[in-house]
């Protein structure tokens, strides 16, 4: 099955961290770019973070210096590590994978992330 699949929400306090995961399956992850996006209740959904198959990454002003993508290609998945975690980081976290070569993309289903304290 063609997918990729997020894990790694959950809860934690203020100034915690979590790392999400987003494992690719049936196709070479690391020939896609891949955004990591955001949904918070009733807001729109925001990208967050970006890394291409050439390896140029991109973050949204507020999360500068805060998380850090990265890809393990021998796990065919892409990481998106979250430190010094806010309140207003809280939101359904969602993973696409997308190629212009074979102008195919794939999104997975979204992992919570919930701050508070």
């Known amino acids: 099955q063609v997918q990729v699949v997020e894990s790694g929400g959950g809860w934690v306090q203020p100034g915690g961290s979590l790392r999400l995961s987003c494992a690719a399956s049936?196709?070479?992850?690391?020939?896609?770019?891949v955004n990591w996006f955001r949904q918070a209740p009733g807001k729109e959904r925001e990208l967050v973070a970006s890394?291409?198959?050439?390896?140029?990454?991109s973050y949204t002003d507020s999360v500068k210096g805060r998380f850090t993508i990265s890809r393990d290609n021998a796990k065919n998945t892409v990481y998106l590590e979250l430190n010094s975690l806010r309140a207003e980081d809280t939101a359904v976290y969602y993973c696409?994978?997308?190629?212009?070569?074979?102008?195919?993309?794939?999104w997975g289903r979204g992992t919570q992330v919930t701050i508070s304290s």
């Open positions: 696409n994978a997308e190629s212009k070569l074979s102008a195919r993309g794939y």
């Open positions: 049936g196709f070479t992850i690391s020939t896609y770019d």
């Open positions: 890394t291409t198959s050439g390896g140029r990454i």
